[in-house]
């Protein structure tokens, strides 16, 4: 089954058309508009119809953090990596791509994290054997 759409995964910077420091009304323009999805609105966050992605708002208002959930999207959305598509990859995998391109890549409890990239990972060991199940993309610190 080919997805319905695939989001890239750029990080430090957003994911698909989603860019940190979007205001809530460029989100929910490109999501209704351009994507033709619903948007369920938090007091700080907009998630985007059935795609798993949720856009979370500063104080002003503000793109601060995008989050994939891939445990909503079985092989109905590609979320890629360099161009790979790690909606389901093993952990090794996703943490291997992470250093080929970082240094500072850290494990933590259920994922890693890399501050230089603005980007984190976080899998379920006991519901998917390793499996990635989410990633955010931040501002790099």
Do not use: K
């Not at 609105?41 to 998630?47: R, S």
């Amino acid at each position: 089954m080919e997805p319905a759409r695939t989001f890239a995964i750029q990080p430090g910077e957003g994911i698909g058309p989603f860019r940190l420091g979007m205001t809530r009304a460029q989100v929910r323009g490109i999501a209704q508009g351009e994507l033709g999805l619903d948007v369920d609105a938090g007091a700080a966050h907009d998630a985007i119809g059935d795609t798993g992605l949720t856009i979370h708002y500063d104080a002003n208002g503000r793109c601060s953090r995008v989050s994939a959930l891939f445990g909503n999207t079985p092989q109905r959305y590609a979320f890629t990596l360099f161009g790979n598509d790690i909606c389901g990859a093993v952990d090794t995998y996703v943490i291997g791509l992470c250093h080929e391109h970082w240094p500072d890549v850290t494990r933590r409890y259920g994922g890693i994290e890399v501050p230089s990239a603005g980007f984190s990972a976080t899998y379920w060991d006991s519901r998917s054997d390793g499996c990635f199940s989410a990633i955010d993309v931040e501002p790099p610190r």
